[in-house]
């Protein structure tokens, strides 16, 4: 076998790896879709986010949300990602911010993680994961006055606190854990 099928086949391994690791996390929970960063400074609005608290990025992607938080506010924030090239790649851009929080990224399964540390819960998944999984999680772990920012995508059966609705702009849904 040649030098080049043997990096070819090498090649394949990984990107087949990697496309069955984004497919995994996109089928549990939703697929990997960026929030515009245009949509960053509204989602810290209608949290109200302060100084010292604790976010949760659930699924966070690259950590767009998670990095954009950070650089403007000093708060602790934890992404979790399942997806491991985009573990990857979160993890590796950390490296090249300027933070005046900290970041930290966790790899694993969200369902499976501890929530109840969170002060505020930014989500971006598809409505089916949040109802059938997510929301009674949600429910049972986080502690009371926790606010759950859900972009795109209302949560069927909360009572929202408040929404964001800007013209050409998806909406931003804004939940307390009552």
Do not use: H
Request: a positive charge.
């Amino acid at each position: 076998m040649s030098l080049f099928s043997i990096v070819f086949l090498i090649i394949i391994f990984i990107l087949t790896f990697a496309f069955l690791s984004l497919a995994i996390a996109g089928i549990s929970f939703a697929p990997w879709v960026p929030t515009s960063k245009k949509d960053i400074k509204r989602i810290i609005e209608i949290a109200q986010i302060k100084d010292g608290q604790v976010v949760y990025d659930l699924g966070c992607g690259i950590g767009t949300v998670i990095f954009a938080i950070t650089k403007q506010l000093p708060v602790q924030a934890v992404g979790i990602e399942r997806a491991w090239p985009l573990f990857l790649i979160c993890s590796a851009r950390k490296n090249f911010y300027s933070l005046k929080g900290a970041a930290r990224f966790e790899f694993g399964n969200l369902f499976k993680k501890d929530l109840s540390g969170a002060d505020v819960i930014y989500i971006f998944g598809m409505p089916g994961k949040v109802m059938q999984k997510l929301k009674p999680k949600m429910e049972k772990e986080l502690k009371k006055g926790t606010k759950i920012i859900s972009y795109v995508f209302p949560v069927e059966g909360w009572k929202e606190s408040g929404v964001d609705k800007i013209n050409g702009r998806p909406s931003i849904y804004l939940y307390i854990k009552e």
